[in-house]
C-alpha cells in the first residue's frame, strides 16, 4: 500500500527557514508527480509547488521565488525549501502523489501524507 510521510514542520520566526520532507512507500508502476500542499485556517486545501516525473515544476504565485521543490527519484522522496517564511505561510502542509491508474477506465489517483504543521510567530 502507498503512504507518503512528511516531516520538517515546526515553529520558526518570520523571515525564517525550513525545509519539509516527505518519502514514499510502496510502489507505484507509473510515471507520477509529487508535491506539496497547505491548508491554512479558515481556508481550503492550495496547490502549494509540484515537480512531475519529467522534472517540470510548478510554483503558487504566492510562494514564487521564496520555496523551492525538489525531488530525489532513486529515494522516492521530495523536498519544499522554505525562505523567507510569513505569517501567511502558517498552515498544516501535506505531501501529495498523483499519477494515473493502470487499468481501464483511466483516471486520476492522488495519494496524501498525514500532514506537517508550519507556524510562522514571532
Known amino acids: 500500500q502507498v503512504q507518503l510521510v512528511e516531516s520538517g514542520g515546526g515553529l520558526v520566526q518570520p523571515g525564517g527557514s525550513l525545509t519539509l520532507s516527505c518519502v514514499l512507500s510502496?510502489?507505484?508502476?507509473?510515471?507520477?508527480?509529487m508535491g506539496w500542499y497547505r491548508q491554512r485556517p479558515g481556508k481550503q486545501r492550495e496547490l502549494v509547488a509540484v515537480v512531475s516525473d519529467a522534472g517540470t515544476i510548478n510554483y503558487a504565485d504566492s510562494v514564487k521565488d521564496r520555496f523551492t521543490i525538489s525531488r530525489d527519484k532513486a529515494k522516492d522522496m521530495v523536498f519544499l525549501q522554505m525562505n523567507s517564511l510569513k505569517s501567511e505561510d502558517t498552515a498544516v502542509y501535506y505531501c501529495?502523489?498523483?499519477?494515473?491508474?493502470?487499468?481501464?477506465?483511466?483516471?486520476?489517483?492522488?495519494?496524501w501524507g498525514q500532514g506537517t504543521q508550519v507556524t510562522v510567530s514571532s
Open positions: 501529495n502523489v498523483n499519477h494515473l491508474s493502470s487499468g481501464l477506465p483511466i483516471r486520476r489517483v492522488d495519494y
Open positions: 510502496g510502489s507505484i508502476f507509473s510515471a507520477f508527480a
